[in-house]
């Protein structure tokens, strides 16, 4: 565990700086790759008690895989949700702490290779919303830049969506309680 901390800390320190030569991608990329990487070696691989060097170097790679994660989607965060910062990393928590809570649920059920897969699982799905994230994300700066750069675009999108604020009908509180009123709570 040292050998993980003290090697995340670093990285975390170098990836922080780095990206702003790089970029996220790129860094999200070796994460993902170390990390997929070092679940294919964990599933080969054969613990035995005279190659220290190969745990430490595994917990280390770990490391480098763990900080550019707390490094980089802490940032991604704070780029996608400028306006709504508080919700969206306490959003983010509830969900890391959920995942925390069911890898707690089921360590006792799964042994270690199934657990592996798991991880693999997560992962590859993980990089798959984070390549469409950052998708949606250049396609819409693409847009915005094409309306800055071109003002009648602008004013034309402006009444669009005014036109669409308008034809939004307004509760008033008395259809609110009444759609309260059909909602049925149930308790688990």
Request: proline fraction near 3%; charged fraction near 20%; charge should be neutral.
């Amino acid at each position: 565990m040292i050998c993980f901390g003290v090697v995340n800390a670093m990285c975390s320190l170098l990836f922080g700086s780095l990206m702003k030569y790089v970029g996220r991608s790129p860094l999200m990329a070796l994460g993902a790759v170390v990390h997929s990487v070092l679940i294919g070696v964990l599933l080969m691989w054969r613990p035995h008690p005279d190659s220290p060097l190969v745990f430490f170097a595994i917990s280390g790679l770990w490391g480098v895989g763990d900080a550019v994660w707390q490094t980089q989607v802490n940032g991604l965060y704070g780029t996608l949700f400028r306006r709504n910062k508080e919700a969206a990393f306490s959003n983010f928590r509830l969900w890391e702490s959920a995942g925390f809570v069911v890898a707690y649920a089921y360590s006792t059920h799964l042994c270690a290779r199934m657990k592996l897969y798991v991880m693999l699982s997560v992962l590859l799905l993980g990089v798959i919303g984070y390549i469409l994230v950052e998708f949606l994300h250049m396609r819409k700066k693409r847009r915005m830049k094409r309306l800055a750069e071109d003002p009648k675009a602008a004013k034309e999108a402006a009444a669009a969506a005014e036109a669409a604020k308008a034809a939004v009908v307004e509760e008033t509180d008395d259809e609110q309680d009444e759609a309260d009123d059909d909602i049925i709570v149930t308790h688990l």
